[in-house]
């Protein structure tokens, strides 16, 4: 397999966790491949399909950026994990809904969390991003403890109330400033859960404060200002609590999907940012160390199940 990068001076691939500067000439990973953590079928409709599950939504969104998908099954050992994650060069957590504390979901993302947190310590720079569900997730694993409370959206499309921060993240550096009055002026993006953390919860908590910037708060549709957008301060960790998926890859009239051009550039862009992007999953220099184990791993060897009329999701992938 080529891989140029792997004859560059040792001096480059030594960069601390803390991001690294834009002069430096970068080593660019130009095969990334991310691993999308599966979840349990929880819901009856979908149990006669499979245990575990990812809506092709989620593949196509890290797919559309530029990447491969690799699916990361919840019975592995922690020693089969371990190679996983020096196969590939970033993580997403999915939403959907699952026990965070005692599901596998919540046990495997906590192995491949901690070898993550020690990789980008060691200068190995590993991204994750969560999504809804893979957000909270983020904030229970950052914070060792669950401090979600109720804060419903439910198929509702919201403008972003973007925080200062957000104008001098790593995640919007590449939207343009119309973009970014759009993202906080149009309903752009699609919400659908139920819990969350408050604003006042993540304050609270020294753990995420020092770990997280918060980039945009809402309001749920019982008052409670909650965290909708927020990046690591030093790791390259990202979690939304809404679903940028849904904007290009989900079509269900009966859900409130945002679909308007903004809304699809926005997700194109954050899609882009993470798997490209000098902060982001290109960085990092993991590889198969054999080409059959990676064409066997890759999500090319299954096929999604059409779910169109029964899920909102129009094709998910079972396993
Ligand atoms: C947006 O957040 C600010 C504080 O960061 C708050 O003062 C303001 O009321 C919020 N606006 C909306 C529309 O929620
Ligand atoms: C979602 O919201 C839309 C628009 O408000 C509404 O027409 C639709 O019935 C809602 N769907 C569900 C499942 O609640
Ligand atoms: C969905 O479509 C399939 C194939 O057309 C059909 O057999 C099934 O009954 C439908 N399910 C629902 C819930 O409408």
């Given amino acids: 397999m080529l891989r140029s990068v792997v004859f560059l001076p040792v001096i480059f691939i030594q960069w601390s966790c803390a991001l690294p500067t834009k ?10 491949i991310i691993g999308i953590l599966t979840q349990e079928v929880n819901d009856h409709v979908m149990k006669p399909f499979g245990k575990t599950y ?8 890290i797919e559309s950026g530029g990447s491969r998908v690799v699916p990361i099954r919840l019975t592995q050992s922690t020693a089969e994990y371990e190679k996983i994650f020096r196969s590939i060069n970033g993580l997403l957590f999915i939403g959907g809904s699952s026990n965070l504390e005692t599901s596998n979901f919540a046990r495997v993302a906590r192995i491949f969390y901690r070898l993550a947190l020690k990789a980008n310590d060691a200068g190995d720079f590993f991204p994750i991003w969560g999504t809804c569900l893979g957000m909270q997730l983020l904030t229970v694993l950052v914070a060792g403890e669950n401090l979600l409370t109720k804060t419903p959206a439910e198929n509702m499309s919201l403008p972003l109330n973007l925080t200062t921060e957000a104008f001098s993240s790593r995640m919007f550096e590449g939207f343009s400033s119309n973009l970014m009055n ?3 002026q149009e309903a752009l993006t699609g ?12 304050k609270d908590n020294d753990k ?9 708060t809402n309001k749920a549709e019982n008052g409670a200002t909650f965290v909708s957008t927020m990046e690591g301060k030093t790791y390259p960790f990202y979690g939304v609590q809404w679903h940028p998926e849904v904007s290009r890859f989900q079509w ?6 945002p679909h308007s051009p903004d809304a699809v550039r926005v997700a194109s ?14 960085r990092n220099l993991h590889y198969f160390s054999q080409p059959e184990e990676e064409a066997m791993s890759l999500i090319y060897n299954y096929t999604p199940t059409y ?3 029964f899920t909102g999701y129009e094709q998910i992938y079972f396993f």
Avoid: M
């Avoid at 002069?23 to 990334?32: F, G, M, S, V």
């Avoid at 995420?208 to 945009?216: E, H």
């Avoid at 862009?269 to 290109?282: D, G, K």
């Fill in 23 to 32: 002069w430096k000439p970068d080593p660019i990973n130009n095969r990334p």
């Fill in 182 to 184: 759009a993202l906080s």
């Fill in 54 to 61: 990812i809506p092709a939504s989620y593949v196509k969104y």
């Fill in 208 to 216: 995420l404060q020092s770990f997280f910037s918060i980039l945009s």
């Fill in 191 to 202: 919400n659908f859960h139920h819990y969350g953390v408050t604003v006042e919860t993540f």
């Fill in 252 to 257: 269900d009239p009966k859900l409130t999907f």
């Fill in 307 to 309: 779910t169109g009329n």
């Fill in 269 to 282: 862009l954050l899609a882009e940012f993470f798997v490209n992007e000098v902060y982001c999953c290109r």
